[in-house]
């Protein structure tokens, strides 16, 4: 995989002229019409992927799932989405961002309301296979389709924004799950995790009319732009991709800075999954009793991490430095969980830490996604970001199942957190690896 480490005049001058301000202004229209329905549609999303992280509160019980079965079931989550996950951005390619999209949100819309049917541990793996596999490609295509429509230099505030997305799915889907479970539970004889899988299926049926009616697949023919407006984005993205590397798919298996992307991301996804599906059980541990109450405090530390992920998405923008900003962030993570264990006897304290970890683990993807979409050539872009986010996602597998299975043959938090303390920090050292010169272009 060939790296163009150099930078054209014309890169230098941009920020030094008038068009940077018509970049901003154009590129803020561009946000505005198509983040909200990213953000609601990947809000569903996560709230149909970690409920039952909330559900396993009352389906432990009522099924008699043990920590391993719950951690491997939640883990197969993952096992299908990578393995769709590459075929879905390269018929994304070709078939277009608006209908794939589509698709990909009404088939795991579906898929989510039928796992309530579930009675046994390989029912409970199946759905979650199943649920992986249809919403395989949603935010690979969505990292890609932002990569290609808008301006390099605006594409980390872009990615912080739409991944601004997971927090606000637990802020409000950790209340609402929690609230659901509570008061719904026995309505019309379901117990409450039933309900809070229908109920919270629901939204991605309006995520999928909105994908439909708002995106197109092509921003520089939009009709939502002025000729003046398309001419600055065909030009722009068409520089943005003559300066990224040209490569064909064996240069790019062979060079090591891929497969060093997929280790980073696979470990930021190992701790994100080891602590989002976990992180109820890892309250209610803590002595808090209500599964509303569970839902509220658990919702705290996803407040905490949207303020965070838009400011670190701006400086990394504003800096231009992509490079150093992951690495502080896998470290301000793996502190966050290190206070965590230290601070394990005081609840609010113990929330506190989390609140930190959270904020880091969370806000590492958008700054993290500028560095590969800006070494893939336009050639490989869409496999490239593919496969990368296939290779970061089995650590969604690891990170549930590893938790589950250290906390049943240990009976405590500590070895697990320690397990994911350790992922970051060899993240951290991965990343400090990359050369700035190339990742920071």
């Known amino acids: 995989m060939e790296m163009n480490a150099t930078s054209s005049r014309g890169d230098i001058e941009f920020g030094l002229t008038t068009g940077e301000g018509q970049g901003n202004r154009i590129a803020r229209k561009l946000a505005l019409r198509v983040l909200p329905v990213f953000m609601f549609a990947y809000v569903?999303?996560?709230?149909?992927?970690?409920?039952?992280?909330?559900?396993?509160?009352?389906?432990?019980h009522d099924l008699g799932f043990t920590d391993a079965v719950f951690g491997f079931g939640a883990g197969t989550f993952a096992l299908g989405y990578v393995v769709f996950e590459v075929p879905s951005n390269m018929i994304l390619q070709r078939v277009g961002a608006k209908r794939w999209l589509t698709r990909i949100i009404l088939t795991w819309a579906i898929v989510s309301a039928l796992t309530t049917f579930i009675s046994t541990p390989k029912q409970?793996?199946?759905?979650?296979?199943?649920?992986?596999?249809?919403?395989?490609?949603?935010?690979?295509?969505?990292?890609?389709y932002i990569s290609q429509s808008f301006p390099r230099y605006h594409r980390a505030r872009t990615l912080s924004a739409f991944y601004a997305a997971l927090p606000l799915a637990g802020l409000i889907g950790s209340p609402l799950s929690g609230f659901i479970m509570e008061y719904f539970d026995g309505l019309a004889t379901l117990p409450g995790w039933k309900w809070m899988l229908l109920v919270e299926a629901l939204p991605a049926f309006g995520a999928a009319i909105l994908c439909w009616r708002y995106l197109e697949d092509d921003v520089t023919q939009s009709r939502h732009h002025t000729d003046v407006e398309k001419e600055y984005l065909a030009s722009t993205l068409a520089e943005d991709r003559a300066i990224a590397a040209s490569t064909n798919h064996s240069e790019m298996f062979t060079n090591w800075l891929f497969?060093?992307?997929?280790?980073?991301?696979?470990?930021?996804?190992?701790?994100?999954?080891?602590?989002?599906?976990?992180?109820?059980?890892?309250?209610?541990?803590?002595?808090?009793?209500?599964?509303?109450?569970?839902?509220?405090?658990?919702?705290?530390?996803?407040?905490?991490?949207?303020?965070?992920?838009?400011?670190?998405?701006?400086?990394?923008?504003?800096?231009?430095?992509?490079?150093?900003?992951?690495?502080?962030?896998?470290?301000?993570?793996?502190?966050?969980?290190?206070?965590?264990?230290?601070?394990?006897?005081?609840?609010?304290?113990?929330?506190?830490?989390?609140?930190?970890?959270?904020?880091g683990l969370l806000s590492v993807p958008p700054?993290?996604?500028?560095?590969?979409?800006?070494?893939?050539?336009?050639?490989?872009?869409?496999?490239?970001?593919?496969?990368?986010?296939?290779?970061?996602?089995?650590?969604?597998?690891?990170?549930?199942?590893?938790?589950?299975?250290?906390?049943?043959?240990?009976?405590?938090?500590?070895?697990?957190?320690?397990?994911?303390?350790a992922c970051l920090l060899v993240g951290f050292c991965l990343t400090l690896m990359l050369p700035k010169h190339i990742v920071n272009r």
């Open 44 to 60: 569903a999303a996560y709230v149909d992927r970690i409920n039952v992280s909330f559900a396993k509160l009352q389906m432990g």
């Open 124 to 144: 409970f793996y199946v759905m979650r296979y199943l649920l992986g596999l249809a919403e395989a490609g949603l935010v690979p295509g969505i990292v890609y």
């Open 259 to 359: 497969w060093t992307f997929g280790l980073i991301y696979f470990l930021d996804v190992f701790g994100i999954y080891g602590y989002t599906l976990w992180v109820p059980t890892m309250i209610h541990s803590l002595g808090v009793k209500g599964d509303f109450l569970v839902g509220l405090i658990a919702a705290l530390p996803n407040a905490v991490a949207v303020v965070v992920m838009v400011m670190v998405g701006r400086n990394a923008d504003r800096s231009r430095e992509r490079r150093l900003h992951t690495a502080a962030l896998l470290l301000v993570a793996a502190a966050g969980l290190g206070f965590a264990l230290l601070w394990h006897d005081d609840l609010w304290l113990t929330v506190a830490a989390l609140c930190v970890a959270n904020a």
């Open 367 to 421: 700054v993290f996604w500028g560095m590969p979409s800006a070494v893939l050539g336009p050639g490989t872009a869409a496999s490239g970001i593919a496969w990368i986010s296939a290779i970061g996602n089995i650590g969604a597998f690891f990170g549930p199942y590893v938790v589950g299975l250290l906390r049943q043959s240990s009976g405590s938090f500590a070895l697990p957190v320690s397990c994911m303390i």
